[in-house]
């Protein structure tokens, strides 16, 4: 049975807010230099957004497990923990970094080692997102949990403002490209000391540290990822996730070869781009979705019908302004998507199910990065190809928020156990994996 959530103290919620911010950051931040460190030590393409699969792979396997021990342990240990997992990994991928530019090893070894580096990240860096989220969706009654889940997105949102503008401030003469990835380490450290010192600790009952079995939606046979309810906002989300990290890990190297730069030289207007798409998405998230009172159910339309224009954009672009244009406009898309889904996944179901969903959807949006190297692939091959394929899966996510009866009930109360039925049936019907 669900129970009234308390409200969220806005201290409670800067911090969390931070946190999540500054992961974005640094993952941001990382993304933004990959193509230059990529090109500048020697490694091939796609497998400079390959570094990113394991990590994906871990991260997408833990989550669960991590959304399950915050129900036993509480919120702020496992925020904790996440952040040490993220700052540690972010520093030995600074040291792996320097170590390639520095050439004291062959690329093939520098690809390796920054592939484990980074696979810190996705074991223990998984286990403050579910937990951040959990928390703020305890705290906040359904009616603003559309809200509240927008603006702990829109965390996201400025960390991909910031991440991008600060790396290439970062660069330093000793280090050089390695020397955003110590710097955020830095910040994890130091997000890490206010999340001990100043987040409350919450009190976790006894009932909750017994361990529990999954929540199903029909049959016992069935986890949690297959309950109705739910199902179709972890496809939707997953396949919006995976749009939205091709695009990203892709631009960087459309705009070196489109700017007919090195990779340094570059970097500077990959920092540009990505800023104006993360502008794009916080006025969606923190403008749009307030102003316009936005429910779920507008969200899932408006975000993949917005992101679908914008990959088509990029796709005929011709030169670097068009480009930005396009990955503008699709990142305001993309503002709109993820909020729908978070939101809507998390009002279908009841309070005491909160960290499991949001384990689900933390899984969702690391396993979906383990396809960025076929889109980096296919850019090689032919460059608009990854926006087209991007366009051609938000168009068919538009027709599926239009036709899946979760989808279309995701509005701010919680979706009827015999609407999530009707779903049920009206995916076998529409072939839905």
């Known amino acids: 049975m669900s129970s009234v959530a308390p409200a969220l103290p806005r201290r409670s919620f800067a911090i969390i807010f931070a946190v999540s911010a500054a992961t974005a950051m640094g993952n941001t931040g990382l993304i933004s230099v990959l193509p230059a460190i990529g090109r500048s030590i020697g490694i091939a393409d796609w497998m400079v957004s390959g570094i990113f699969s394991l990590s994906a792979l871990l991260w997408a396997g833990s989550s669960p497990y991590w959304a399950r021990s915050s129900d036993r342990h509480g919120r702020k240990p496992l925020m904790m923990l996440g952040l040490s997992g993220f700052m540690v990994s972010m520093a030995l991928c600074g040291g792996v970094v320097s170590a390639g530019l520095h050439h004291l090893a062959p690329p093939l070894v520098i690809f390796g080692l920054f592939l484990l580096a980074r696979a810190l990240f996705g074991l223990f860096g998984a286990a403050s997102n579910p937990a951040t989220q959990a928390y703020v969706a305890e705290r906040t009654p359904p009616e603003g949990r559309t809200q509240a889940m927008a603006s702990l997105a829109g965390a996201f949102g400025l960390g991909t403002v910031i991440g991008p503008f600060l790396a290439p401030l970062f660069v330093f003469p000793v280090v050089g490209l390695a020397g955003p990835l110590f710097s955020f380490s830095l910040i994890a450290l130091v997000m ?60 960087g190297f459309l705009i070196i070869d489109k700017l007919h730069m090195s ?25 749009l979705i307030r102003m316009f009172e936005m429910t779920p159910r507008q969200l899932l339309r408006w975000g993949v019908g917005i992101a679908a224009l914008g990959n088509l954009i990029v796709a005929l672009s011709p030169g670097y302004y068009g480009a930005v244009a396009g990955y503008a406009i699709s990142s305001l898309g993309f503002g709109f998507a993820r909020p729908g889904f978070t939101a809507g996944s998390s009002i279908a179901v009841d309070m005491d199910e909160q960290a499991r969903v949001a384990g689900l959807i933390a899984a969702v949006n690391g396993i979906n990065v383990i396809f960025a190297p076929a889109f980096v692939f296919a850019y090689q091959h032919y460059g608009p190809a990854p926006f087209i394929l991007n366009t051609a899966l938000m168009a068919a996510m538009l027709v599926y928020a239009f036709r899946n009866t979760a989808l279309k009930n995701a509005d701010p109360q919680p979706a009827t156990r015999d609407a999530a039925s009707v779903a049920t049936i009206e995916k076998a019907d529409e072939g839905a994996v």
């Open 192 to 251: 890490l000391f206010i999340v001990w010192r100043y987040l409350p600790d919450q009190k976790v009952p006894l009932e909750a540290q017994r361990p529990r079995r999954p929540v199903v939606g029909g049959p016992k046979a069935r986890g949690m990822w297959r309950d109705p309810r739910i199902q179709p906002f972890l496809i939707y989300g997953f396949i919006v996730a995976t749009c939205q990290t091709a695009q990203a890990q892709t631009l």
């Open 263 to 287: 990779p340094a030289q570059a970097q500077y207007f990959i920092a540009i781009a990505m800023m104006f798409g993360a502008v794009a998405g916080l006025l969606a998230q923190w403008g």
